[in-house]
C-alpha cells in the first residue's frame, strides 16, 4: 500500500479561475473599445459595463481563487 495521499481542489477554486479569465477577456475588451473610439450601440452603452463587470468578475474570481488555493491543505 501506498501513503500517498490526495488533495483535491474545491470547486471554489476552479471558479475563480473562471472568473478571473473571462473577467480578464471582458475588461480587456472594454479597454479596446473604450479608447478605439468605435462607436457601437447598446443599452447602457454610455456607462461602459464591460468595464464595471469586467472589475467585478476579477476581483470576485482573485478573491475565490486566492482563498481556496489552500484549502484542502
Excluded at 15 to 30: C, D, E, H
Amino acid at each position: 500500500m501506498s501513503d500517498k495521499t490526495v488533495h483535491m481542489k474545491p470547486i471554489w477554486y476552479f471558479v475563480g479561475l473562471m472568473l478571473l479569465s473571462m473577467g480578464s477577456i471582458i475588461l480587456l475588451t472594454g479597454v479596446y473599445l473604450y479608447f478605439s473610439g468605435i462607436d457601437y450601440r447598446t443599452v447602457f452603452a454610455e456607462l461602459h459595463p464591460n468595464l464595471w463587470w469586467g472589475t467585478v468578475m476579477i476581483v470576485a474570481g482573485a478573491l475565490f481563487f486566492f482563498l481556496n488555493r489552500n484549502a484542502s491543505e
